[in-house]
């Protein structure tokens, strides 16, 4: 499945598989929320694989949300999200809690 996402304001809805095959289209997904002020919110409650390169472009993008003052927050994720985020012990630097 090929990575999908909507913006909306400072909503991002990522769906399909994050990899090495789409972290370029991740980061410029990520990058195009710059324009938008606020905090942004990533959901990724549709995407049933991560992997480290898409989670290096979410730290990469939570790096340059707190450099400007802003945060990065995800507000679902799906159970391997959630297993990855958990494993790195990344979690709660996006707002997810064990509960959540």
Partial sequence: MPLTYTLDGPDL?????????NASELRAALGEQAA???DLRVD???V??????????????L???????RSLRITRASAAVREL???TLLGPMF????AT
């Fill in 95 to 98: 707002g997810l809690d064990a």
């Fill in 85 to 87: 985020l958990s494993l």
């Fill in 44 to 46: 990724l409650a549709a």
């Fill in 13 to 21: 809805t990522l769906a399909g598989r994050l990899d090495a095959q």
């Fill in 63 to 69: 790096k340059q949300c707190r450099h400007e003052g």
């Fill in 36 to 38: 938008h002020a606020g």
């Fill in 48 to 61: 049933p694989f991560m992997d480290s390169s898409a989670l290096a472009a979410l730290v990469s993008a």
